[in-house]
Nanobody, 115 residues
Framework: QVQLVESGGGLVQAGGSLRLSCVAS????????MGWYRQAPGKERELVAT???????NYAFSMRGRFTISSDNSKNTVVLQMNSLKPEDTAVYYC?????????WGQGTQVTVSS
């Protein structure tokens, strides 16, 4: 069993930055994919960025150049650095870990960007 705990959300003005962290506890050895997704009110959950345990990254098009995902496998941690934030980035951000047939989600952290 794996648990994911997110932190780092909050309120920021447009143009500002936030850093989200997700710590995975439990058995995460072996190949896995961790990532961040977000869900704005009235919208479907969408991909933000993912990173594999081998370090390969993938970003949603609108986040490229502004967001950076990184991981520390020794600490089972994935970090999302968000720069140049826009009001449309306002959403609940969720951490996800996929390993073999298992799919885990965190509880989410709110990010609010004011104009």
């Amino acid at each position: 069993q794996v648990q994911l705990v997110e932190s780092g959300g909050g309120l920021v003005q447009a143009g500002g930055s936030l850093r989200l962290s997700c710590v995975a506890s439990g058995s995460t050895s072996g190949f896995n994919v961790m990532g961040w997704y977000r869900q704005a009110p009235g919208k479907e959950r969408e991909l933000v960025a993912t990173i594999t345990s081998r370090g390969s990254t993938n970003y949603a098009f609108s986040m490229r150049g502004r967001f950076t995902i990184s991981s520390d496998n020794s600490k089972n941690t994935v970090v999302l650095q968000m720069n140049s934030l826009k009001p449309e980035d306002t959403a609940v951000y969720y951490c996800r870990l996929v390993q073999y047939t298992y799919d885990y989600w965190g509880q989410g952290t709110q990010v609010t960007v004011s104009s």
